[in-house]
């Protein structure tokens, strides 16, 4: 009789791989029974884990552009659907995936059976829970407390802020006085343009474009905290504490980033405090966060009020929510709207019809600019800044599948399987959206076109939704108005090949959109 003892190295190792191969194998076989036997993609890992989520985008592995370098392919499959399935081969949760308007709609408007995955929570919250960070238990708690911030005196007043925003950037970045000009990195000015304007109109704080947001903590400026903490939020809120501490030298910038913010977010807190509850008839009660801090008052003492960490914790996910978001779809917009000349000569067309000899808008023009209003909706739709949410039922349920020969599909979904609701395919649904990778602004003229849903759908739709259209209406309008807006060809390229081109250097973090590109800005001459 043999004794472990007398086994080979070699052949104990063989031995442990087996058993390892075996059990992952079953692993998987569990994972296909899990989403249905769907057919879809397959990777090393899947999209949720910690490999298949931080390695890059490649044939291999997910990445954070699993989506977008799938378009074309995936809900293609000989057997395929408008649900298909991922899952990783060595590990990672298997997920279902979807591109139909009435599966998120099920989802999403249906908030008993699907709820947040704890992962997705526990990703978003490095302050702790907020209204987007929480699940149905307490998610209601918040969403009272800020919901106030979001009522109908907002919206003139971020106008206002878009337009006097406007004219500082031209004046400061000294482009207007100039015949043309280059603006040499689109992200970056509507990254700016939307922070400075949630940080205006959210929370009082007044700004020139040159100027920093309050004083200097740790050596950085509030907009410094906030590009170093918002770009690395996931790995803020998910690394142990102690991480923080190695002596590593990026580790160590995103705490002191971390901490300086909660700083700044507790000082904002404290004054308008000492400042005391603003009337109504006050400029400063119209901004976001005073509503937000007097709804909260009224409730002191009572189960429904927040913590001051809560509330730190809400102030940041504003301003993460109400910058990178809008920032991303505004950039996508003026590439799209550059490379599409007749579409942009349409939208400058109708601005000229609302605005008298070329004045400023006021907040009333809004609803007579529908075009303007089309062509933001068509840059959300074919870039989804936020391109994808993710679910899962807290119980077994089933999903009805729109199918293209009529009879819906029935597909179980056991209680905790992730569903990963693709706003990239969804737009680009052709059964829902004729012509899905044309930049058609008109579309969204016609009652019939199915609803943009890049917003969400259901209880937890985006709160910020007429925020984020107001200014992106009031920005594209001015913008229009004073410059004809051109992409910088090389030579012999075509607008096609430029957008084609443009659309592959993309990139994700908290939003999604185009990567750094220039735009060709020539000022329109007034008849
Ligand atoms: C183009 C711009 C925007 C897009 C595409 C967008 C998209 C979304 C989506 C898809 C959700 C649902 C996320 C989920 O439930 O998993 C959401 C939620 C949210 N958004 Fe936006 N958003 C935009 C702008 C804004 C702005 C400007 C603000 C604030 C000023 C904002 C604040 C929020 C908040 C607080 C939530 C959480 C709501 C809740 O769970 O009750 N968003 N947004």
Same mark, same amino acid.
């Given at each position: ?49 910690? *490999? ?14 699993? +989506? ?33 308007? !009435? ?18 929570? %526990? ?14 238990? =307490? ?28 004219? =500082? ?6 482009? @207007?006085? @100039? =015949? ?30 040159? !100027? ?68 109504? @008839? ?77 004045? %400023? *808008? ?15 909706? @068509? ?5 989804? #800044? #936020? ?19 009529? !009879? ?7 209680? %905790? ?18 012509? *899905? =990778? ?82 060709? +800005? ?6």
């Amino acid at each position: 009789m043999y004794s472990f003892s007398l086994l080979s190295w070699p052949i104990a190792l063989a031995g442990i791989l087996l058993v390892l191969a075996i059990d992952r194998i079953l692993a998987y076989y569990r994972g296909l029974a899990l989403v249905s036997y769907l057919p879809g993609e397959r990777y090393f890992f899947s999209p949720v884990s910690i *490999p298949g989520a931080i390695l890059p985008t490649s044939k291999w592995n997910p990445g954070n552009l699993w +989506m977008w370098s799938g378009r074309g392919r995936v809900y293609k499959r000989k057997g395929g659907s408008e649900i298909e399935s991922c899952l990783g081969w060595l590990g990672g949760m298997p997920l279902l995936y979807n591109n139909s308007p !009435e599966v998120a709609k099920q989802v999403l408007g249906n908030k008993s059976v699907w709820d947040k995955p704890q992962i997705i929570i %526990d990703s978003l919250a490095p302050f702790g829970p907020n209204v987007f960070a929480t699940n149905q238990a =307490d998610w209601p708690r918040h969403r009272r407390i800020v919901a106030p911030g979001f009522g109908g005196g907002l919206y003139p007043a971020v106008w206002n802020e878009t337009v006097n925003t406007y004219y =500082d950037c031209l004046a400061t970045e000294k482009w @207007e006085s @100039e =015949d043309s000009f280059i603006m040499p990195n689109v992200v970056a000015i509507t990254s700016k343009f939307a922070l400075y304007l949630i940080a205006k109109s959210g929370f009082g704080i007044d700004l020139s474009w040159n !100027e920093s947001i309050g004083e200097k903590i740790n050596g950085m400026t509030m907009p410094e905290c906030f590009e170093v903490t918002s770009s690395s939020v996931v790995l803020l809120s998910m690394l142990p504490r102690w991480m923080f501490f190695l002596p590593l030298k990026a580790l160590r910038r995103l705490r002191d980033a971390r901490k300086a913010l909660d700083l700044i977010l507790r000082g904002i807190i404290d004054k308008r405090r000492a400042e005391g509850v603003v009337s109504t @008839e006050d400029q400063r009660s119209k901004n976001i966060f005073s509503l937000l801090l007097k709804a909260n008052d009224g409730e002191k003492g009572s189960k429904a009020a927040l913590s001051d960490q809560e509330l730190v914790s809400n102030v940041f996910l504003l301003l993460l929510a109400g910058h990178e978001t809008t920032s991303r779809a505004l950039a996508g917009t003026l590439g799209l709207l550059a490379c599409h000349p007749t579409e942009q000569q349409k939208a400058y067309e109708e601005v000229m019809s609302v605005l008298k000899k070329g004045n %400023d *808008p006021t907040f009333d023009d809004f609803e007579r600019l529908p075009f303007i209003q089309g062509c933001f909706s @068509e840059g959300l739709r074919l870039f989804p #800044s #936020s391109p994808a949410m993710i679910r899962a039922p807290l119980s077994d349920t089933v999903l009805s599948i729109p199918s293209t020969n009529g !009879e819906p599909l029935a597909i179980p979904v056991k209680a %905790d399987q992730l569903i990963w609701i693709d706003w990239i395919g969804v737009g680009r649904n052709p059964r829902v959206y004729a012509a *899905p =990778d044309s930049f058609m602004p008109s579309r969204w003229l016609d009652p019939t076109t199915e609803p943009l849903l890049n917003f969400s759908y259901g209880p937890r739709v985006c709160i910020g939704k007429r925020f984020a259209l107001t200014e992106s209406v009031g920005i594209l309008c001015l913008l229009l108005r004073d410059h004809q807006i051109e992409p910088i060809l090389k030579i012999g390229q075509t607008l096609q090949e430029w957008r084609t081109e443009w659309e592959t250097n993309v990139d994700s973090n908290i939003g999604f959109g185009p990567k750094p590109f220039p735009l060709k +800005m020539t000022r329109r001459q007034l008849a």
